[in-house]
């Protein structure tokens, strides 16, 4: 059973850091490209962030560039997020997505973190 | 940047059909995916490149992409289908989501 477990989320204040985690098992992790999606409180998703097999290439939405860092550990089977310099705005339950196969598409989600930036 | 708009409601009666419609320039050029997100929950995958479903994903849900709007469409609406669903699609090294749908069965 492939499984999605984030981790990390927490209270923390503007201009602040927050390190996420994000388990994996069930799959061989080194063979997937995988993002962060946020979620926002009563508001739709928003993609932050992205990175390839081997992290050879490595995406980010424009509001966190220059703030967020995506990193992976293969030999962990964990993907991380570091988010530096957070905002109110940041504010928003973070979900760890797995990238189907070579595709464009995210077929499996974790249940999500809260990260909440007082201001 | 490219924009995905999405209704923000949609109501329907049970045992109807629903259509949930993505609206963007071109669109029909790209691939369109589509989510499900119940209250409280993770999202799920429910339609991928335009018609295809994930296996577990009831023949039920199905889509369609021409011109400048994608359309998933759920037949034999069910009180468990009220949910949130969302259109995404990549567009230069970005991934973009619609602004979300959220689907009421009356």
């Known amino acids: 059973e492939v499984l999605l477990v984030e981790s990390g989320g927490g209270l923390v204040k503007a201009g602040g850091s927050l390190r996420l985690s994000c388990a994996t098992s069930?799959?061989?992790?080194?063979?997937?490209?995988m993002n962060w999606v946020r979620q926002a409180p009563g508001k739709g998703l928003e993609w932050v962030s992205s990175?390839?097999?081997?992290?050879?290439?490595?995406y980010y939405a424009d509001s966190v560039r220059g703030r967020f860092a995506i990193s992976r550990d293969d030999a962990k089977n964990s993907l991380y997020l570091q988010m530096n310099g957070l905002r109110a705005e940041d504010t928003a339950v973070y979900y760890c997505?797995?990238?189907?196969?070579?595709?464009?598409?995210?077929?499996?989600w974790g249940r999500g973190t809260l990260v909440t930036v007082s201001s | 940047s490219y924009v995905l708009t999405q209704a923000p409601s949609v109501s329907v009666a049970p045992g109807d059909t629903a259509r949930v419609t993505c609206g963007g320039n071109n669109i029909g050029s790209k691939s369109v995916h589509w989510y499900q997100q119940r209250p409280g929950q993770a999202p799920v995958l429910v339609i991928y490149y335009d018609s295809d479903r994930p296996s577990g994903i009831p023949e039920r849900f199905s889509g369609s992409n021409s011109g400048n709007t994608a359309t998933l469409a759920i037949s034999r609406v069910e009180a468990g289908d009220e949910a949130d669903y969302y259109c995404q699609v990549w567009d230069r090294g970005h991934v973009i989501f619609g602004g979300g749908t959220k689907l009421s069965v009356l």
């Open positions: 069930g799959f061989t992790f080194r063979d997937y490209n």
């Open positions: 990175i390839t097999i081997g992290s050879s290439y490595i």
């Open positions: 997505a797995r990238t189907s196969g070579s595709h464009d598409y995210f077929d499996y």
